[in-house]
T-cell receptor, first 110, second 109 residues
Framework: SQTIHQWPATLVQPVGSPLSLECTVE??????LYWYRQAAGRGLQLLFY??????ISSEVPQNLSASRPQDRQFILSSKKLLLSDSGFYLC?????????FGPGTRLTVT | GIQVEQSPPDLILQEGANSTLRCNFS?????LQWFHQNPWGQLINLFY???GTKQNGRLSATTVATERYSLLYISSSQTTDSGVYFC???????????FGKGTLLTVNP
């Protein structure tokens, strides 16, 4: 069966510091991978998606970037965090149809 | 892009009550999913239902694609049903799911 991992689970970072969040998927190959952010309140905002190694599509121009160095690894990064980057970051994968989410990383920028 | 509207935005129930959550979407879709976000933030897949009716225990869902809506039914609600329920759709050939704003369900003992 497929599983998706995210780490860290929680993170507190000062403004201006760098960020690296990692997501890995097990039990499948060539998945589509996604990064979402959920700010205070409920809405989920799609940040990036990838259909293959090195292929990244950005949905929202912002302070963040994404990379896919391996087939089942998706990384979300920032060189300098802003207060507005605080939120709950969710990674997701899909193979054909259904999308499945990881446990998320709660980021607080202070 | 596709617009997704969920109603009601908030719902408070007593344990044992039944409820219906609605999801309207603005265009034809080839993927519709219902998720439950638990208090720890985990998004749990409930149904993949671009059309038709499915049931899983106390939960069932119906999507009427021609009329562009989906319903999620929760029967005999339990406190563990509390959380936010999201509807998400995908249309055309793109890879992206568009989420509604969710329904916050609170089930009181």
């Amino acid at each position: 069966s497929q599983t998706i991992h995210q780490w860290p689970a929680t993170l507190v970072q000062p403004v201006g510091s760098p960020l690296s969040l990692e997501c890995t998927v097990e039990g499948t190959s060539n998945p589509n991978l996604y990064w979402y952010r959920q700010a205070a309140g409920r809405g989920l905002q799609l940040l990036f998606y990838s259909v293959g190694i090195g292929q990244i599509s950005s949905e929202v121009p912002q302070n963040l970037s994404a990379s896919r160095p391996q087939d089942r690894q998706f990384i979300l990064s920032s060189k300098k965090l802003l207060l507005s980057d605080s939120g709950f970051y969710l990674c997701a994968w899909s193979r054909v149809i259904e999308q499945y989410f990881g446990p998320g990383t709660r980021l607080t920028v202070t | 892009g596709i617009q997704v509207e969920q109603s009601p935005p908030d719902l408070i129930l007593q344990e044992g009550a039944n409820s219906t959550l609605r999801c309207n979407f603005s265009d034809s879709v080839n993927n519709l999913q219902w998720f439950h976000q638990n208090p720890w933030g985990q998004l749990i897949n409930l149904f993949y239902i671009p059309s038709g009716t499915k049931q899983n225990g106390r939960l069932s869902a119906t999507t009427v694609a021609t009329e562009r809506y989906s319903l999620l039914y929760i029967s005999s609600s339990q406190t563990t049903d509390s959380g936010v329920y999201f509807c998400a759709v995908r249309g055309g050939s793109n890879y992206k799911l568009t989420f509604g704003k969710g329904t916050l369900l609170t089930v009181n003992p």
